[in-house]
T-cell receptor, first 112, second 112 residues
Framework: DAGITQSPRHKVTETGTPVTLRCHQT?????MYWYRQDPGHGLRLIHY???????DKGEVSDGYSVSRSKTEDFLLTLESATSSQTSVYFCANTPSPNTEAFFGQGTRLTVV | SQQGEEDPQALSIQEGENATMNCSYK?????LQWYRQNSGRGLVHLILIRSNEREKHSGRLRVTLDTSKKSSSLLITASRAADTASYFCATEGVQAGTALIFGKGTTLSVSS
């Protein structure tokens, strides 16, 4: 799993509150990704990073922001959580293009 | 919209039978990858096939890629109950720094 740790693993939060999910890697891979997984949709890309302070939007980026101030950490923030953001969130990394991705174990987020 | 679409969405077979899953995609790719996900777990990489390759093998797995048809197939031979999982294809685009885009997955059930 290329040393990826996601925290927290489970979280329940109220609508309208900010939430930050953390992805920490020990391998110092350049590329990191945040996906969400929902029934019937598979994995959808939220944001990704191709280096420190270099990030880009994915398919479902509305309502989410990210930050990568150092190589090992990639943070995903829900500025004001909504029920539609209830999902399982996965972080992944790769060392370079044309290589496999390694996934964390996921964070199950419930917005009530 | 998502790049890859797997077919079928669900597949049920008996132990010992072969399982074939298909993936179609829309735009030019650097590579196509297959991942496996056991229930409630993170994704695990199975195999990567580059755009200039047509077939690749890994143990009981055989992957083909037809770039003219923008499609790939994953064959699992002599299936076992332990192969029960969801299988996803993912594509990496040709532009530098593009992220892996996943399909919705095929759920495989192998009964003994």
């Amino acid at each position: 799993d290329a040393g990826i740790t996601q925290s927290p693993r489970h979280k329940v939060t109220e609508t309208g509150t900010p939430v930050t999910l953390r992805c920490h890697q020990t391998e110092n891979h350049r590329y990191m990704y945040w996906y969400r997984q929902d029934p019937g949709h598979g994995l959808r890309l939220i944001h990704y990073s191709y280096g420190v302070k270099d990030t880009d939007k994915g398919e479902v980026s509305d309502g989410y922001s990210v930050s990568r101030s150092k190589t090992e950490d990639f943070l995903l923030t829900l500025e004001s959580a909504t029920s539609s953001q209830t999902s399982v969130y996965f972080c992944a990394n790769t060392p370079s293009p044309n290589t496999e991705a390694f996934f964390g174990q996921g964070t199950r987020l419930t917005v009530v | 919209s998502q790049q890859g679409e797997e077919d079928p969405q669900a597949l049920s077979i008996q132990e010992g039978e072969n399982a074939t899953m298909n993936c179609s995609y829309k735009t030019s790719i650097n590579n196509l990858q297959w991942y496996r996900q056991n229930s409630g777990r993170g994704l695990v990489h199975l195999i990567l096939i580059r755009s200039n390759e047509r077939e690749k093998h890994s143990g009981r797995l055989r992957v083909t890629l037809d770039t003219s048809k923008k499609s790939s197939s994953l064959l699992i031979t002599a299936s076992r109950a332990a192969d029960t999982a969801s299988y996803f294809c993912a594509t990496e685009g040709v532009q530098a720094g593009t992220a892996l885009i996943f399909g919705k997955g095929t759920t495989l059930s192998v009964s003994s």
